[in-house]
């Protein structure tokens, strides 16, 4: 006796529309991997009570004995496997012996540059010779300007990070088409942070991420020379007066707000303006910068008494702190100085690191 053909379903059904938010190309982000692609189904036409349905990654269920409504549409997560192969996915819903139009996602795995070793950052010519400068920082507002080459895949939505002395890592850059484009994708290293790990020669590199979230290889080492100078005679960091023994300031002075101490300067003088400068950072050891908790206070003129007793800020709150409470560690650090301005010019005093514990943790 002859067997019969295996029936095939038919394409019966629209396709299943993706509630998440996709990447340019139909492209999935790497967290759907973990949390599961959002669908919703349209009502199944011509379906009983009792009746059921089935979602298919590929042609393979991962969802099964779904109620199948023909009045209304469904929201249904469908779950994905953390090894996914990269390329294009089709999911598809069944009911009976028909299916859906496949809804086409991409996942792409393939790490920018090829997955190869980046080329190390260039240095402009001024500070391959000389070095990092006092005065460059001056011209350049405070910052070290570099541009990362172009690479091969270089798309917009991709990112670079950069990690300056080996561990201070800055937030993403986020490629634009306009720097596809020019081949080329500006960075820049705030001059607080060349300052925190002061002069000598640091390491400096880069990591890719395509706008999946796969990251690629750290790019090779450019070496950096920097030559401040030393800090104006006189000039004494600033003082975070409830900071405890271990250098911590805790959530029960923060939230009030942090006192600092600016002590007399050499060459202070009556009508100076002080204003007291603050970063933070969401992890202990100054990395990943917050910019949303730049601060600078109002400038103070130092009078008489200031002369004697030197000056007394106070960091707010908000915006210097409140970012930076929130999961999962509650622990962050910040950077003060003060800049003086007057008869000697702009000065700017050494730089005070502290670390923040939310949770009181380190009363002791």
């Known amino acids: 006796m002859q067997s019969q053909p295996h029936e095939q379903p038919r394409a019966a059904y629209p396709a299943a529309i993706v509630l998440d938010s996709l990447l340019p190309g139909d492209r999935m982000p790497l967290a759907l991997l973990e949390r599961g692609l959002r669908l919703e189904i349209p009502p199944i036409s011509g379906a009983f009570p009792g009746e059921t349905i089935n979602v298919q990654v590929d042609g393979k269920d991962v969802l099964t004995n779904l109620p199948a409504d023909p009045s209304a549409a469904q929201e249904v997560t469908v779950p994905l496997a953390p090894w996914l192969a990269g390329g294009k996915h089709e999911l598809t819903y069944s009911h009976a012996a028909d299916i859906s139009i496949p809804t086409v996602v991409f996942l792409d795995r393939v790490a920018p540059h090829q997955g190869q070793v980046p080329p190390a950052l260039p240095l402009p010519n001024d500070i391959a010779i000389a070095g990092v400068t006092a005065g460059y920082l001056q011209a350049n507002n405070d910052q070290l300007l570099l541009n990362v080459p172009g690479y091969s895949g270089m798309e917009a939505g991709q990112s670079v990070r950069l990690v300056w002395a080996q561990t201070l890592k800055l937030l993403p850059v986020t490629v634009t088409e306009a720097d596809v484009q020019a081949g080329q994708i500006t960075v820049t290293i705030p001059g607080y942070l060349i300052r925190l790990t002061g002069n000598g020669e640091h390491d400096l590199f880069y990591h890719l991420t395509n706008s999946t979230g796969i990251d690629g290889h750290a790019s090779y080492l450019t070496k950096v020379s920097v030559n401040l100078g030393e800090a104006p005679s006189g000039m004494l960091p600033p003082v975070f007066v409830e900071a405890n023994a271990r250098n911590y300031l805790l959530y029960a002075v923060v939230i009030d707000g942090a006192e600092v101490h600016v002590p007399p300067y050499e060459g202070m003088a009556l009508g100076d303006e002080v204003i007291l400068t603050w970063q933070g950072f969401r992890e202990l ?19 008489a008494q200031a002369l004697s007793e030197g000056l007394t800020f106070t960091l707010p709150w908000d915006p210097c702190f409140e970012p930076l409470n929130e999961e999962p560690d509650y622990f962050a650090s910040g950077l003060g100085r003060y800049q003086v301005r007057g008869n000697q010019g702009v000065l700017l005093s050494p730089i005070t690191a502290v670390k923040i514990d939310f949770l009181d943790l380190r009363a002791r």
């Open 285 to 303: 050891d100054w990395t990943v910068f917050a910019p949303e908790t730049t601060y600078s206070s109002e400038p103070k003129v130092v009078d």
